[in-house]
C-alpha cells in the first residue's frame, strides 16, 4: 500500500519509532446486506476498503476516498460504526504504528468494481454468510455495522 508523503517526511525524520495512527474503514453494504470488500495487493488478503487519515482530512472524506481508490464505488456514509484503539503493529520494515480506526457503514451510490490500481487484485461482493478467511477485527467491524445500534461499538 503507499505509504502517504506526510508519513514518509515524518518516517526520515522519526525512523521506526511508534507512531499514532488514525485509520478510517468503510463497511459497504449493499441493498441485499452483501459486503464490499478488496483483496489487498500487498498480502493479498479480503478485506474492508481503508486507509489512513491524511493531515487535515475529515475522516467520513477520508473513508469515501478510500472507498473509490481501492474498489472504484463511490459510497456514502450513513453511520460511524465503531471507535476501537488496534495494538501497536510492527511492519516488515521496522516501522511501528498503532491505529485508532473509526469504521464507517456506507452503501453504494455510483461507480463500478475496478481492480485495476495498484492496492487492490480484486473486488467483489460477499454474503454476510459466506465471508473469505480474514482477520477476527475486519468481521467484527462488518458485524457492527450490520447492526441496527444507534451509537458506535466502542470498548468501554
Known amino acids: 500500500m503507499p505509504v502517504p ?3 514518509r ?3 526520515r525524520q522519526i525512523g521506526p519509532a511508534l507512531v499514532p495512527l488514525v485509520g478510517v474503514t468503510a463497511v459497504v453494504l449493499d441493498a441485499d446486506d452483501n459486503v464490499l470488500l478488496h483483496r489487498r495487493a500487498d498480502d493479498g488478503r479480503w478485506a474492508t476498503p481503508g486507509g489512513i487519515l491524511e493531515p487535515g482530512e475529515q475522516p467520513a472524506v477520508a ?3 478510500e472507498a473509490r481508490e481501492e474498489t472504484g464505488l463511490i459510497v456514502e456514509v450513513e453511520r460511524l460504526v465503531s471507535v476501537l484503539g488496534q495494538d501497536p503493529y510492527v511492519y516488515p520494515n521496522g516501522d ?3 491505529f485508532l480506526d473509526l469504521a464507517f457503514r456506507c452503501r453504494p451510490v455510483g461507480g463500478a468494481p ?3 490500481g495498484d492496492e487492490t487484485l480484486e473486488v467483489r461482493w ?3 454468510d459466506a465471508l473469505p478467511d480474514m482477520s477476527p477485527r475486519i468481521i467484527d467491524r462488518i458485524g457492527y455495522a450490520r447492526e441496527s445500534r ?3 461499538f466502542y470498548v468501554r
Open 9 to 11: 517526511e515524518l518516517r
Open 114 to 116: 475496478d481492480a485495476s
Open 96 to 98: 511501528r504504528v498503532q
Open 5 to 7: 508523503e506526510f508519513l
Open 126 to 128: 460477499f454474503a454476510p
Open 150 to 152: 444507534a451509537e458506535p
Open 63 to 65: 473513508v469515501v476516498r
